[in-house]
């Protein structure tokens, strides 16, 4: 059994603070400045270009994408860390179709994130191809899988109510129609349990900086299943995905592995960071993760929905069907979320109407949700949100 009182210990959360936002930003781990520092004097300060071989920066991208993948079922060698989600999005569409070349159809839903088919039109123009992008409602997905759809582009949880898909029947229906699919673990890695190879999913994408607390900006990641991987070809075929890429060869030749899906060089103290971060992750199992997380989502949406009449709960009410986040609906949901902050209860908002709450087990425990609950329950039963001031809308919501 995972023990998370220890894991607590491991962030340093300002005090007082109910923080309900790992979701979008993870906090910062107690280790993550000496990490950093140690990076910057002992191995850029001291080694200096030597840091590439002497520090193994070079081989940092693959250890901890390993790291990564122990969390989401993913054997090791099929997972690399670098760039950003939306780039990995990219990255793993067009490999995707370039397997499937007779079809031209992508499949998607109406509530994944919208960086996601924006990536997906980009490419589609990049490629000057007739492409079409198929968005559907999340819960016709399903039906709107037949043969001529080349990829299934999905969020396995939605950012904004926590719904989540089927992500084995979903590859199953995809598979069986003979299309591939791209999981975008955005909300799921370090969230729930997640089995890439038990749900022969074909390639997944994730970012680090939301629950896997990697800091912001912090890599994003790419996996591609054992049995494609020498299959794919790169779309941005960088120098560091190259089998060779000190023999600066003028044509591109993968890497043998997992490695071809590296583009450039390595963000190596934003890495060092997110080393740190996932050691927090050691011992600890997703399964203890995410019945933690039930537990405390239900304590929440109870709390709230005993109290508060005017919240109508947004997420999915069965917890197999939940990501680890808990979203309620209000006309003046911006104002609600403002008004919460500024009493010391970090969630946010999301277009148009929803307050969204991260569950983050390895960092909360009972007392922030009933904290969290209490302060709710005061604003809502005073109209303390209801103020010119907390309706002024800020450049990040
Ligand atoms: C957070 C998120 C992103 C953000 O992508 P970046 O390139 O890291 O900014 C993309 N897709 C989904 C589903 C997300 O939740």
Redesign the pocket.
Known sequence: MTNLNATRSRFDLPEGLVYLDGNSLGPVPCDAAAAVTRAITDEWGELLVRGWNDADWMESSTRIGDRIGRLIGAPEGTVIVGD????K?YQALAAALELRPERNVVVSDSG??P??LYMADGLFRTMGSSHELRIVAPDAVSDAIDESVAVVLL?EVD?RTGRRHDMGALTAAAHAAGALTVW?L??SAGAIEVDLAGCDVDFAVG?TY?YLNGGPGSP?FIFVSEALIDEVRPALSGWLGHETPFAFDLDFRPDPGIGRMRIGTPPVLALAALDVALDAWEGVEMADVQARSIELSERLIAGVEASCPTLDLASPRNPDNRGSQVAFRHPEGYAVMQALIACGVIGDFRAPDLIRFGITPLYLEEADIDRAVEILIEIMASDAWDTPEYRKRKAVT
């Open positions: 950003t989600l939306s780039l999005v994944n994130f960086s996601d969020t950012y975008d955005a909300h970012c939301k994003g």
